[in-house]
């Protein structure tokens, strides 16, 4: 019964609960705090990963739909729908950790001089705009390419989003990784590390998960259909007959 | 700006956290609420093929 999406679905749940077990315990028991920021410096961890995730998953989501505009196959229509989803919850995460810790070290909640803030803000309302999209197009073929071609195009947004972002060279906003990869110490970076593969098993998990759940309503509406159309075709029969 | 004091950084850092974990758990709520849709769906489909 299990589709394509379901398969190992389980064991990717499991091991999204160990790396999220194990990531927490090396923020908090292993990771030294912040000669910086000291203790508020533990926000990064979940806050970063989540951001570098939605944003990767921004990408990967127009990658799908190219996919899908070039095989025609709405399976990937539907893997770059939920893609988007996702990533847009992992946004709001993105946006309300960041303003926590704005407010801790900056103490405003936002700060509107700050492009990567900003950036990221207008990446995540320009995805808001897929929903009111792909829902206000009935015809289940035209939803999917429309939403395919905004998917492509918002995706190739990203990307020139993050450069123009790193072109202009603020420094209010903390660096994570510097361009050489190398700017945290060696306790923090693979804690850091950890933290970003324990989000993308998440994300993947929570993708597969929705995918499934989807898929089977699906299948349970054609084979509602199908029955329907059986018993109309039994009936118109037997008054025929 | 120097470091927050321990306690106070401390709210930041657990609400921060909260924040995370309370997503993950909506998140999983709404998909336990789609899952027993499914089920129900399921369950009705299962009668009437009963009823056939």
Redesign the interface.
């Known amino acids: 019964m299990a589709g394509p999406h379901g398969r190992n679905l389980r064991w990717w749940a499991l091991g999204s609960a160990a790396l999220m077990a194990a990531a927490l315990s090396l923020v908090f028991f292993y990771a030294p705090n912040d000669a910086d920021q000291g203790f508020i410096q533990k926000i990064f961890y979940v806050h970063v990963p989540m951001a570098i995730v939605a944003l990767g998953g921004f990408v990967a989501a127009g990658v799908m739909a190219i996919k899908h505009l070039r095989t025609g196959d709405r399976v990937w229509d539907l893997r770059s729908y939920v893609t988007i989803h996702i990533s847009i919850i992992l946004g709001v995460g993105v946006l309300i950790t960041g303003s926590i810790w704005a407010r801790a070290s900056w103490g405003k909640w936002w700060v509107w001089e700050e492009p990567v803030l900003v950036s990221f803000l207008i990446v995540f309302l320009l995805y808001c705009v897929y929903y009111p999209l792909r829902f206000s197009i009935e015809d289940p073929g035209r939803q999917g390419r429309y939403s395919s071609v905004f998917a492509v195009v918002a995706g190739a947004f990203v990307p020139l989003n993050f450069m123009a972002v790193r072109l202009a060279e603020s420094y209010t906003h903390p660096r994570v990784l510097s361009q050489t990869g190398g700017s945290l110490p060696g306790e923090q970076r693979l804690t850091f590390i950890v933290a970003i593969v324990a989000m993308t098993a998440l994300f993947v998990t929570l993708v597969k998960l929705e995918i499934t759940a989807k898929s089977a309503a699906m299948r349970i509406k054609r084979l509602r259909a199908r029955m329907e159309r059986a018993a109309e075709e039994r009936e118109s029969a037997l008054v025929a007959g | 700006?120097p470091?927050?004091p321990?306690d106070?950084?401390?709210r930041?850092?657990a609400?921060?956290?909260g924040?995370?974990v309370t997503?993950?758990l909506v998140?999983v709520a709404i998909?336990g609420a789609?899952?027993q849709?499914?089920d129900n769906?399921?369950a009705e489909?299962e009668r009437?093929?009963g009823e056939?």
Do not use: H, S
Request: glycine share 8%.
């Open positions: 700006m470091a927050l321990l106070e950084a401390g930041y850092v609400g921060a956290y924040v995370f997503l993950i998140y998909m789609k899952l849709r499914i769906d399921l489909l009437l093929a056939d």
